[in-house]
C-alpha cells in the first residue's frame, strides 16, 4: 500500500495516473479485506471520476 501512496506523491502524476493508482489502491484493499479504506477510494473515483471503468460497480 506505501507504493500506492508514494506514487501519489509524485509531482509529475498526471490526474489521468492518479485515479487509475487509486483505482488499483482500491481494488488492493478490497483484496486485503480493508473494507473500510476501500470504500473511502471507491467513494473519492465515484465523486472525481464517475466514468473511470466499472468503478466500484
Same mark, same amino acid.
Given at each position: 500500500?506505501?507504493?500506492? $501512496?508514494?506514487?501519489? *506523491? /509524485? &509531482?509529475? %502524476?498526471?490526474?489521468?495516473? *492518479? /485515479? *487509475?493508482? #487509486?483505482? #488499483?489502491?482500491?481494488?488492493? /484493499? !478490497?483484496?486485503?479485506?480493508?473494507? &473500510?479504506?476501500? #470504500? !473511502? %477510494? $471507491?467513494?473519492?473515483?465515484?465523486? !472525481?471520476? &464517475? *466514468?473511470?471503468?466499472? /468503478?466500484?460497480?
Amino acid at each position: 500500500m506505501a507504493a500506492f $501512496c508514494r506514487a501519489l *506523491q /509524485v &509531482p509529475s %502524476t498526471s490526474s489521468k495516473d *492518479q /485515479v *487509475q493508482i #487509486l483505482y #488499483l489502491l482500491g481494488r488492493f /484493499v !478490497e483484496a486485503l479485506d480493508r473494507i &473500510p479504506k476501500a #470504500l !473511502e %477510494t $471507491c467513494r473519492w473515483l465515484i465523486r !472525481e471520476a &464517475p *466514468q473511470y471503468r466499472a /468503478v466500484c460497480m
